[in-house]
């Protein structure tokens, strides 16, 4: 009888999750086909009369159109086809379109060294359909291609439309991937505003450049998952997230290296660049960083060794849509932000990471933030970095930032310069 009644538990419990489970589906297919729908009206209504501005400024423009088909779980193309294509034809643009296969596709897309290369001069914009890692891909293409330099980047502005995984640039850009539509509308009536870009030198490899997050430890670990080996299994964005969260946290490594940095001392002096835990700053001399491909010898170095969970650089306030990692960062404001998290148990970790969307973590006792010029980091630990979701190996790297290298079009400058 006892078997038969926990038998009986067991069932009723499996149905009732299957049910859920199929609840959620269709509430959740409901609102996908409600959205369809509404983003259809509004895309026929913007084709029919396109506001004015747009029309003067993008009549007869040549837009290169980038789009990675893998992102938007798959729904980038769709995107491009039914929304993006046809309010820039509307607009009077004429795009062209390139359907990224991989990384090396792109590098070979903008080498003016390979037959059949795109020119970037030919076009009046770069528009970016993807998330934060295209981003990264494209600009080294760029420069490593000979396509441009990066005294010349900012001859041709970028667009980004937010439809990665984290798409924390575009947040930080006030770019939201909630209304793709209204994200759209907002690109094509924007000015051009200058974005600083981060250029990553490690010896015996060529030069890397980003407008984002360049991560090392638990963070780093999290991206290499959600974004590489949890990626090929059949999960939803947000459960990928979760379980590379819960796998970091549990293992709550402690990872050792060496980071050091010329203090940006127009901003900040090293008193005021103390928070959160106090972290005692060491004086070093150039000697002690001449393992480091292309440091400079000029200005006051700093070096902490402390043991990390994770540690970084950055040049915009948002790490993710949902992750407010560095609040005073501001795409403009010439400096590399470089932020860290003391290592410490588990609990303390969690309490940390759920603070991250509001960027409340910033008070936190074991987190620390630097305003720099330049950083170099000697990894001890740690078997790859992540450059905007893309992984990296881990060795001694150089970072250095161009003041407003680049041009993207968004709404409104997300902060003034400092």
């Known amino acids: 009888t006892t078997t038969t009644t926990t038998t009986q538990m067991l069932l009723t419990a499996g149905v009732w999750c299957v049910g859920l489970g199929v609840l959620i589906w269709a509430v959740s297919w409901l609102r996908g086909w409600l959205a369809e729908r509404s983003n259809a009206s509004r895309v026929r209504a913007f084709c029919i009369s396109p506001p004015r501005v747009a029309s003067l400024r993008w009549k007869g423009a040549r837009i290169l159109v980038v789009c990675n088909p893998a992102s938007g779980n798959g729904h980038a193309a769709k995107f491009c086809e039914s929304i993006f294509l046809p ?16 990384p090396q596709h792109v590098l070979e897309m903008f080498d003016t060294k390979h037959e059949g290369s795109v020119r970037c001069k030919d076009f009046a914009c770069i528009a970016l359909l993807s998330g934060d890692t295209l981003v990264q891909e494209v600009l080294t293409a760029v420069v490593r291609g000979g396509n441009l330099t990066v005294d010349t980047l900012a001859s041709v502005p970028f667009a980004l439309l937010p439809l990665g995984t984290s798409n924390g640039l575009a947040m930080s850009l006030s770019l939201s991937k909630q209304d793709l539509v209204q994200a759209v509308t907002d690109v094509l009536l924007a000015d051009p ?5 981060l250029q990553f030198s490690r010896t ?29 299994l059949p999960l939803p964005p947000w459960l990928r997230s979760l379980v590379a969260a819960a796998w970091v946290l549990i293992r709550a490594p402690s990872f050792r290296g060496s980071l050091a940095f010329e203090l940006d001392r127009d901003s900040m002096d090293e008193a005021e660049c103390r928070q959160g835990n106090g972290q005692v700053l060491q004086r070093c001399t150039f000697q002690g960083l ?4 292309a440091a400079s010898s000029t200005g006051d170095w700093y070096l902490m060794n402390e043991p990390v969970f994770s540690a970084g650089v950055m040049n915009v306030a948002s790490g993710a849509d949902d992750v407010l990692l560095v609040p005073a960062a501001k795409p403009d404001d010439g400096a590399v932000h470089v932020w860290s998290f003391v290592a410490s148990d588990s609990l303390t970790m969690l309490g940390l ?16 933030f630097f305003k720099a010029k330049q950083v170099a980091i000697w990894p001890e630990q740690g078997f790859t970095y992540s450059l905007g979701g893309m992984a990296v190996p881990c060795q001694p790297v150089h970072i250095t930032v161009h003041p407003a290298a680049t041009n993207f079009l968004y709404p409104k400058p997300a902060s003034a310069t400092k």
């Not at 505003?193 to 870009?197: A, Q």
């Open 353 to 368: 990471f759920l603070r991250l969307e509001s960027g409340g973590h910033a008070s936190h006792p074991n987190t620390t």
């Open 204 to 232: 015996g490899h060529p030069d890397l450049f980003g407008n984002h997050i360049f991560a090392w430890g638990a963070i780093a670990e999290h991206d290499y998952l959600q974004e590489g080996i949890l990626r090929r």
């Open 87 to 102: 309010m820039l034809r509307a607009c009077g643009a004429k795009p062209t379109v390139v359907y990224t296969k991989g």
């Open 193 to 197: 505003h200058p974005v600083d870009s």
């Open 290 to 293: 001449d393992t480091v491909p």
